[in-house]
Every structure is written in structure tokens, then in C-alpha cells.
T-cell receptor
């Protein structure tokens, strides 16, 4: 299993600003994933982050809006840029240990005013 | 591409009653199936998974699920629920991507509400 922590756990931000979310894993992993969970909706994959390469974004998500860093095998950041109220959501990072079971962080609850 | 349908957005039930949360999937290839649980203000954690072998899988907290290939279903059951089972439950399917990784697709979630 993997233990994942996220910072911040929650934040309230003003429209037009940016927030960087950190994800730390207690073991080295190849792939890290970033999800968005909106109220009453499923988890939506934003992007997959591999160490040493550019993140791979899903349809509807772009690097300019959600830049991702993956400097080493235990850490990643997701930035939500130029925020609007529509970005209010829970953002989750996860790792796929051995590619099967996903282990999730506790999430970052973002409210944009 | 695979998809997951959780037929019930909310399931209210009384404590000690049985419960079934339904999940159907569509995929043209073999898949792995998962149920995750999300307690209030927490991240998701694995409840159980089906990779191969016996179609009846048992998970934590007394939950079990049965893989039915002909009906493309993976319904979650518990014979007697507890107040502490109140949570959001997500069904997910996963198949191998071209890069050799497993990227899951999640259902919309079912909110299980257990009343005393």
C-alpha cells in the first residue's frame, strides 16, 4: 500500500488567483494521477504525471490551466491557474501501486469566490 | 473505451438491513473491477477488487461483490449495514493502457445513508 498526503487540505481563493496543491507519497512510484471530484459527480481524471516527462492530460484539461510538476518519484504538484468559481471542487492525487489498486490522498477542498 | 454506470445515486437503508449497490460496466475487453469507499471528508480507499478467479470477492467491513460477466455487473452487497457504513461508494473499472499502466474509470458514486 501507499500513504499519500496532500497540502493544503482546503482553501478558499479569490477569482483570478492560482493555487498549487502538493502531493507526497511515502514510497517511490512511477505514475501519479490527479483527479477532480465535483459535487454529485464522478472522479474525473485530469492528468497522469510521470517522473521525468511531461504530464499527459485528459480531454478537456490543458497544461496552461492545470500545470503539473513531477520532480521526483515521491512528489507532485498540481496548480489550478486563473481560478473561477467553476474550479471549486475536491482535487485528489492518487498512485497506482503495481498498476491495479489506486491509493488516494485525502483530497484538497477548493472553494473559489 | 470502458464506462461505468452506478444506477442509484442515493440508497437509504435502516441499520442492520441488507443493502445492494448496483454497478454495470461496458467494455470490449476484459477488465478489472473495483469498489472504493469515501467516508466524509476523506479520500477514497479500496473496499474490494476483482482481478481474476472466483467471481465472488470479499472486501473489508463485511462487504462483498459478485462479478457477472454475462450481465456486465459488479454489484456490491452487505447482509447487515451499520451506521458507520454511511459513505459514498464508487465502482471503477480498469484495463491496461497502451503504456502498460492501468487507468481506472469511475462511476458517479452511490451515497449510502444508513438510518438508525
Amino acid at each position: 500500500s501507499a500513504v499519500i498526503s496532500q497540502k493544503p487540505s482546503r482553501d478558499i481563493c479569490q477569482r483570478g488567483t492560482s493555487l498549487t496543491i502538493q502531493c507526497q507519497v511515502d514510497s517511490q512510484v512511477t505514475m501519479m494521477f490527479w483527479y477532480r471530484q465535483q459535487p454529485g459527480q464522478s472522479l474525473t481524471l485530469i492528468a497522469t504525471a510521470n517522473q521525468g516527462s511531461e504530464a499527459t492530460y485528459e480531454s478537456g484539461f490543458v497544461i496552461d490551466k492545470f500545470p503539473i510538476s513531477r520532480p521526483n518519484l515521491t512528489f507532485s504538484t498540481l496548480t489550478v491557474s486563473n481560478m473561477s468559481p467553476e474550479d471549486s471542487s475536491i482535487y485528489l492525487c492518487s498512485v497506482g501501486h503495481r498498476g491495479e489498486t489506486q491509493y488516494f490522498g485525502p483530497g484538497t477542498r477548493l472553494l473559489v469566490l | 473505451a470502458q464506462s461505468v454506470t452506478q444506477l442509484d445515486s442515493q440508497v437509504p437503508v435502516f441499520e442492520e438491513a441488507p443493502v445492494e449497490l448496483r454497478c454495470n460496466y461496458s467494455s470490449s475487453v476484459s477488465v478489472y473491477l473495483f469498489w472504493y469507499v469515501q467516508y466524509p471528508n476523506q479520500g477514497l480507499q479500496l473496499l474490494l477488487k476483482y482481478l481474476s478467479g472466483s467471481t465472488l470477492v470479499k472486501g473489508i467491513n463485511g462487504f462483498e461483490a459478485e462479478f457477472n460477466k454475462s450481465q456486465t455487473s459488479f454489484h456490491l452487497r452487505k447482509p447487515s449495514v451499520h451506521i458507520s457504513d454511511t459513505a459514498e461508494y464508487f465502482c471503477a473499472v480498469s484495463l491496461r493502457s497502451s503504456g502498460g499502466s492501468y487507468i481506472p474509470t469511475f462511476g458517479r458514486g452511490t451515497s449510502l445513508i444508513v438510518h438508525p
